[in-house]
């Protein structure tokens, strides 16, 4: 009789603890974590075009510390339906071509009072030099109006998650917003795979028991057999950190883009221009900023109609995950009651591992899709794109500059 007494309590126990469903249940938790990730993620990304405007005073989400700071407004805003330049964004450039004005014309007259005809031909030649310099500013913004119109014509009358928000109005800020789109999805995935970690790591870690009493039965342990499934969910979680990193940096770079072309880097290379000893160095300035300003966001947005493309040819890690939980039987049981099961390996291990198997040739090939495609070969087709106008810009311009060397060093 007491033989029989505590295989009964457990099996009790165990009836018991599957239909709970309280709070403190593994189901709850799951749910809970999963929604709240999924809602923090999506008011990253709608945020995109306005975020960043006020440090955080402290981390109230896992998103707040991938916010790249204060980028400031864009050069172009939608008002009324149209296109317009907003704000005093041309207020350095103008100022820049002011005072080269002014020094050249003090040349001018230098060369005057004191009949110096070099003077006077050097002050004509940077005359000519710095109206090339400004024609070549109103170009950049020629094209950069062009393609701010292409965009607002791509984005009319769709109900895209990006180019619907309300708070994207530029190439720029649709750059941001997919950037952002990128970090969310992939803290997500990483997420999953964390948890997922966390139920094999479990039973790899545990001692298995087979037998029909309990006076005979065998232990033995699933570590030699899922080693390789553990190391490839680790390399997976590693490498993915350095891609949501990576997206981190695209991010910020955006940014820097965003806030700093018209005011710093634009007035910069019209300064170097000035001066004949600095003049190629300000050329291949220029031909930089011109290539980051208009092709770099514009490469952003196509490799977001990819990922629009690609994206259904992968499975929803929450989803799956949260399938996998729920018709394993884990998500019903609390902890302790999990090592219980274990005493029925011989019934509860072979359907687990069928599901768990599954689910980790779906994690395991979208992290490969993030890492390899996302963050590896659509990034080094961006670069590549992007420092090739540079050069052709610069050779335009009859200036010889080689880009390339930043690519090796990529």
């Known amino acids: 009789m007491k033989q029989l007494l505590l295989p009964t309590l457990t099996l009790l126990f165990i009836a018991a603890a599957a239909y709970a469903t309280d709070d403190s249940s593994l189901s709850s938790f799951?749910?809970?974590?999963?929604?709240?990730?999924?809602?923090?993620?999506?008011?990253?990304?709608?945020?995109?075009?306005?975020?960043?405007?006020l440090a955080p005073t402290a981390f109230n989400s896992v998103y707040d510390a991938f916010g790249p700071g204060n980028c400031g407004d864009s050069w172009i805003s939608?008002?009324?339906?149209?296109?317009?330049i907003a704000g005093m964004w041309y207020a350095p450039t103008i100022l820049v071509v002011m005072v080269v004005i002014l020094g050249l014309a003090v040349?001018?007259?230098?060369?005057?009072?004191?009949?110096?005809p070099q003077m006077i031909a050097l002050a004509k030649d940077e005359i000519f030099q710095t109206a090339l310099t400004v024609g070549r500013v109103m170009l950049l913004v020629a094209l950069l109006a062009a393609g701010e119109m292409w965009y607002s014509l791509r984005a009319v009358d769709t109900s895209d998650r990006i180019y619907n928000n309300p708070n994207v109005h530029s190439m720029m800020d649709a750059a941001m917003a997919f950037a952002r789109l990128?970090?969310?999805d992939m803290v997500g995935h990483y997420g999953m795979l964390v948890m997922y970690n966390m139920v094999i790591h479990t039973l790899y870690s545990s001692t298995m028991w087979v037998g029909v009493t309990w006076r005979a039965m065998y232990q033995f342990n699933l570590g030699p057999v899922m080693k390789p499934l553990i190391d490839i969910v680790g390399s997976a979680l590693q490498f993915l950190s350095l891609g949501i990193s990576e997206?981190?940096?695209h991010i910020v770079t955006l940014c820097l883009i965003k806030k700093w072309t018209?005011?710093?880097?634009?007035?910069?290379?019209?300064?170097m221009r000035a001066f004949p000893y600095t003049?190629?160095?300000?050329?291949?300035?220029?031909?930089?900023?011109f290539a980051l300003a208009l092709f770099y966001p514009f490469m952003f947005l196509f490799d977001y109609e990819v990922h629009k493309i690609m994206k259904f040819n992968l499975v929803d890690a929450q989803k799956a995950m949260g399938a996998f939980l729920h018709k394993s039987g884990i998500m019903s049981l609390f902890g302790s009651v999990l090592v219980m099961m274990f005493l029925m390996a011989g019934v509860f291990m072979p359907f687990f591992l069928g599901g768990a198997l599954n689910l980790a040739f779906e994690l395991i090939r979208g992290s490969v899709y993030y890492i390899v495609i996302?963050?590896?070969?659509?990034?080094?087709?961006n670069i590549f794109v992007v420092l090739t106008a540079a050069k052709e810009i610069a050779s335009f311009f009859r200036v010889d500059v080689n880009f390339m060397s930043f690519l090796k060093i990529i």
């Open 30 to 53: 799951f749910n809970n974590t999963t929604d709240s990730l999924s809602g923090q993620g999506r008011d990253f990304v709608d945020a995109a075009g306005a975020g960043g405007q």
């Open 78 to 84: 939608a008002v009324g339906g149209f296109s317009t």
């Open 107 to 116: 040349v001018y007259m230098l060369g005057q009072l004191f009949n110096s």
């Open 182 to 184: 990128m970090v969310s």
């Open 247 to 249: 997206w981190m940096l």
């Open 262 to 271: 018209w005011g710093l880097f634009i007035p910069l290379s019209m300064l």
């Open 279 to 289: 003049r190629n160095a300000g050329e291949a300035l220029f031909a930089l900023v």
């Open 374 to 381: 996302i963050s590896i070969l659509l990034p080094f087709i």
